[in-house]
């Protein structure tokens, strides 16, 4: 029997031949173009936000929103680039006050935009390695939702959450684990240096909370009952839709490469 791999692959396939070279050309430049590039993503992530939750006063949410990630765009290519979380709590916060009615909507969806923007920003840096990092980055996320994809319509089987997203499969999430995991040890092998053991774990690590993060995404659209955040990529949704995942993972790779190294977060990252 053939395998039905969904009638949207073709745009889906599309879509990111446009959108691949288009991040890693910006990972490889670095610097202002790199960190303009995502917070762009973010303000547009802010947007399907306010438009999915509905929120009031959804101009002055926007404007507020915009400048904390413009700021914290700015503070992730400093020297201090830990300071970049501080512009979206400061943004959060002023967001609560612009609408008090759907404060916890509103202050989550900055969060949510700033996790996507900022952390990668701040793990490309200005050094080599930063660009070896962000790949690490993506190619956990990438072949774990590419995997997880095929994997999960070629094999089937009990559904991981259906009353979440019905299409998502255990085979699928197994299948994109192993592959995120082998994508991540292969990019992190190529300076040398890496202990991959180590590496191999936090890959792993990644890989499952980037899946949990595109359930949660899902979770989130089913509560507001719509299928995709927004129709800005087509056969993908909205940016939301893409970088849920992306978002979860960098934000809990820049925690830990944080805490291991404030100064050079690449190498807190992958050299263990």
Excluded at 149 to 156: D, E, K, M, N, Q
Excluded at 172 to 184: E, H, S
């Amino acid at each position: 029997m053939p395998v039905n791999f969904g009638a949207d692959l073709k745009h889906r396939t599309l879509s990111a031949l446009v959108l691949v070279p288009v991040v890693l050309l910006a990972a490889y430049l670095g610097g202002i173009p790199f960190a303009i590039l995502w917070v762009l993503a973010g303000g547009a992530i802010l947007y399907e936000w306010a438009t999915l939750a509905r929120l009031d006063n959804r101009s002055l949410y926007l404007g507020i929103g915009g400048l904390a990630l413009m700021c914290g765009g700015v503070l992730a290519v400093s020297d201090a680039p830990a300071y970049a979380f501080s512009a979206v709590a400061f943004g959060a916060a002023a967001s609560a006050l612009a609408v008090p009615r759907q404060s916890a909507w509103a202050m989550t969806g900055l969060v949510v935009a700033g996790s996507a923007a900022l952390p990668v920003v701040i793990l490309r840096g200005e050094t080599p390695l930063g660009l070896i990092a962000v790949l690490f980055l993506c190619a956990v996320v990438w072949a774990t939702d590419i995997f997880a994809y095929f994997t999960g319509r070629a094999l089937g089987g009990p559904k991981l959450w259906p009353r979440v997203s019905p299409n998502k499969t255990w085979s699928g999430a197994i299948g994109g684990t192993l592959a995120g995991m082998a994508a991540g040890v292969l990019v992190a092998a190529i300076p040398g240096g890496a202990a991959l053991l180590p590496v191999a774990g936090l890959a792993l690590g990644l890989s499952i909370i980037s899946q949990a993060g595109d359930l949660a995404e899902s979770a989130l659209k089913r509560l507001f009952g719509v299928k995709d955040a927004s129709r800005l990529i087509p056969g993908h949704g909205g940016l939301l839709d893409r970088l849920d995942g992306f978002a979860a993972a960098s934000l809990a790779a820049v925690v830990v490469a944080l805490l291991r190294s404030a100064s050079d977060p690449a190498a807190g990252l992958l050299l263990w």
